[in-house]
Nanobody, 120 residues
Framework: VQPVESGGGLVQAGGALRLSCAAS????????MGWFRQAPGKEREFVAT????????TYADSVKGRFTISRDFAKNTVYLQMNSLNPEDTAVYYC??????????????WGQGTQVTVSS
């Protein structure tokens, strides 16, 4: 039932990574899929979200213009393309399924997270 993330890793500042989130069952029937992240010692924060139908998106200001969220309906997969990464993007990234919005409380199903580390 949980979404399953993949694609994290270590990258140098200025580099790029693409995260994937595979949805199935109940997660696929959700209205939207979101990405959140949590850095050490910080609260979990919203990154981006997209609706399955219509592909409506919202981004956090901190990633706007650098990150792109997309979905592949046929593969039941949501992607987060991250460009121009900087050390402040270092965090565990979580995929979540639920209602559309920026609040973590809107999302019912959460993945285990994937680590993204950006070196300076």
């Amino acid at each position: 039932v949980q979404p399953v993330e993949s694609g994290g890793g270590l990258v140098q500042a200025g580099g790029a990574l693409r995260l994937s989130c595979a949805a199935s069952g109940r997660t696929f029937s959700s209205v939207a899929m979101g990405w959140f992240r949590q850095a050490p010692g910080k609260e979990r924060e919203f990154v981006a979200t997209i609706t399955w139908r219509g592909g409506i998106t919202t981004y956090a200001d901190s990633v706007k213009g650098r990150f792109t969220i997309s979905r592949d309906f046929a593969k039941n997969t949501v992607y987060l393309q991250m460009n121009s990464l900087n050390p402040e993007d270092t965090a565990v990234y979580y995929c979540a399924a639920g209602k559309y919005g920026v609040a973590a409380t809107l999302y019912d199903y959460w993945g285990q997270g994937t680590q993204v580390t950006v070196s300076s």
